[in-house]
């Protein structure tokens, strides 16, 4: 598949420094140049797993050629930066990366399933995908979703090694 597309990544962190862990992945997706807008920063509750705190969530929007494929491959890469340790599931985590939608591309297979097969039951990632495309999020789809949410404000990205 060749061309460029609209895709969405949602991003979130419950795990240590929750900010630094989304503002280091948000500038690491920044550094290939397909990075066009980030959304303001949601603090959620935990949606399933054990007892956990509460996440910050982002969804980032890129132009990119990448497939879903390659996108969820970045995905597993910024999470291994962060120390991500698959342990538990759905349990706490520094960074959960995942793939919501690439253009028109529809994927079905054992690791990946486009467009996310839950997003849209999940307040924490429909309300900052609103923010960036209204038009794939009606309001009665969020209002519907599950899950409290509080707006924080911007992230901040934190730069430097890449």
């Known amino acids: 598949m060749s061309g460029t597309r609209r895709a969405f990544l949602g991003l ?5 420094d929750r900010s630094a862990h989304l503002g280091r992945a948000v500038a690491l997706l920044g550094a290939r140049g397909d990075l066009v807008a980030v959304s303001p920063v949601y603090e959620t509750e935990p949606v399933g797993g054990p007892d956990q705190g509460p996440f910050l969530n982002v969804v980032v929007e890129l132009v990119t ?3 879903a494929r390659a996108l969820l491959e970045r995905c597993r890469a910024l999470e291994a930066d962060a120390g991500r340790v698959r342990s538990v599931r759905f349990g706490p985590r520094t960074l959960d990366a995942d793939v919501l939608l690439v253009g028109d591309e529809a994927v079905a297979e054992a690791d990946l399933v486009v467009p996310h097969p839950r997003m849209f039951e999940r307040r924490f990632v429909l ?3 609103a923010d960036l495309a209204p038009e794939l999020v009606p309001p009665p789809v969020l209002e519907s979703a599950v899950g409290a949410v509080r707006h924080l404000g911007t992230l901040e990205i934190v ?3 890449t």
Do not use: Q, R, V, Y
């Open 12 to 16: 979130g962190s419950n795990l240590g």
């Open 127 to 129: 309300a900052p995908l």
């Open 159 to 161: 730069h430097g090694e």
């Open 65 to 67: 050629e990448d497939s």
